[in-house]
């Protein structure tokens, strides 16, 4: 059994109500990124500066609690699309490559208050 000692961490919010990442759409044989999804994943990227963040190495654990608002079905995200918004706007932000993370949790709380996206990143040493 190893333990798992944190160097370095940062924890942030994303307020507002979490948007899990979309499919890429193709028009025209070009490909690209519906624009719900890029915005939000610049939000996540400006509350992790705003955090003053820095680059982590890893070995990495990575903990995002998503609070859902909405209470009609087709409104609610998939929980691995949530945890690509975050992964994806965090990659070369927090870390160099998302390779680097060994450990993910994400939990979705469907019946919250306030809308909102918690991350939190750890930097792993054995």
Known sequence: MTIERVLRE????VAGEPVPKKRPRVVKGRTFTPTETVEYENRIGW?????QGVLLEG??????TVREVSRRPQHQGDID???KSALDALNGLAWKDDREIVQL???VNRHAFGPGMAIEIEELRA
């Open 105 to 107: 949790h994400v939990y």
């Open 10 to 13: 940062v924890a942030f919010e």
């Open 47 to 51: 509350a992790f500066r705003e955090a």
């Open 59 to 64: 070995p990495l654990r990575v903990n995002v």
């Open 81 to 83: 699309n949530y945890a």
